[in-house]
């Protein structure tokens, strides 16, 4: 895949198989209409240690099941695979991500395995319940989304991204899982990842499922938009000098799409009660046309 657009996607939902690599391919499949695209997938959750000191050392560095013994079997392991989609096919390959590694280090590691974009999917793990593979997680989506590398994070990794830039992240008692009517402000409203949104009355319809909320705005990003039950919704990283940054976090999942969420229901990865609240039509693939556009335009 030579020339190849290269993204690099943390892949936090493997175990969910349409909501993680079904998910994942909704992410890139808008990304092909131009060629090739080449996903280096990391899964932090479930690599050893080892593996991510050797990513450290080395640069990129492939996956075997031996290194990732924290996989859940429930979903079979493999360390590469192709898929046709529309425009041209995406390779997926699993690769390690660096452990034990400072900010500068990682931005190193990052420019050495020359990646156009970085995704951070949504994850069965919360913030609010810090694991020590979050370290080098949180690490990687600072470095990207502060350097100009479009950056999109997702449900948790929205979490992630603003955590990682001073937020302020807590638990409530209940589930959010629906879609609802998102309101934007007057940067949201003016904002390219919203560009390609329906014209309704009460904004952009998105879809949620989490128990995690971000609850303060990092001072080094913008506000776009909020839901009733979720007041940071949707933000964008501000650079040093008051320049907007290709980089985004979303607590909604612009991925679900309908047919998804219904082969979800059918392998019993969601209840009943959830796959219905799912039901409205959403404006997550205009969203997921937006980044790609994003990544295309600032493509190495």
Request: aromatic share 6%.
């Amino acid at each position: 895949m030579d020339g190849a657009l290269r993204v690099l996607v943390l892949d936090l939902l493997v175990e969910r198989s349409e909501f993680g690599h079904g998910g994942n391919q909704e992410v890139v499949s808008p990304m092909t209409r131009y060629g090739d695209v080449e996903v280096l997938l990391v899964t932090p959750q479930m690599q050893s240690i080892d593996s991510g000191r050797k990513a450290a050392g080395e640069g990129l560095v492939l996956l075997s099941e031996k290194d990732v013994p924290h996989w859940d079997h429930d979903y079979d392991f493999w360390s590469s695979c192709e898929v046709e989609m529309s425009g041209g096919s995406a390779r997926f390959t699993r690769i390690a991500l660096p452990m034990e590694i400072n900010d500068r280090e990682m931005k190193d590691w990052l420019g050495s395995i020359d990646v156009d974009a970085v995704v951070c999917s949504g994850s069965r793990r919360n913030v609010t319940m810090w694991e020590g593979w979050m370290d080098s997680a949180a690490s990687l989506m600072r470095v990207a989304s502060t350097s100009g590398m479009p950056t999109l994070g997702i449900c948790f990794g929205h979490q992630l991204l603003c955590k990682s830039l001073g937020s302020e992240v807590i638990r409530a008692e209940n589930m959010s899982s629906g879609v609802w009517d998102l309101s934007l402000n007057e940067a949201g409203i003016r904002d390219e990842i919203f560009g390609l949104r329906e014209e309704r009355e009460g904004g952009p319809v998105v879809l949620y499922s989490h128990q995690d909320h971000v609850v303060t705005v990092p001072e080094c990003c913008e506000l776009l938009g909020s839901a009733e039950h979720n007041s940071v919704t949707a933000v964008r990283v501000i650079g040093a000098h008051g320049e907007k940054m290709p980089a985004w976090g979303l607590q909604f999942h612009p991925e679900a799409a309908k047919h998804r969420i219904e082969r979800s229901f059918g392998w019993g990865h969601i209840t009943e009660d959830e796959m219905l609240a799912f039901q409205r039509e959403h404006d997550g693939a205009g969203v997921l046309e937006a980044f790609a556009n994003v990544v295309l335009s600032h493509r190495r």
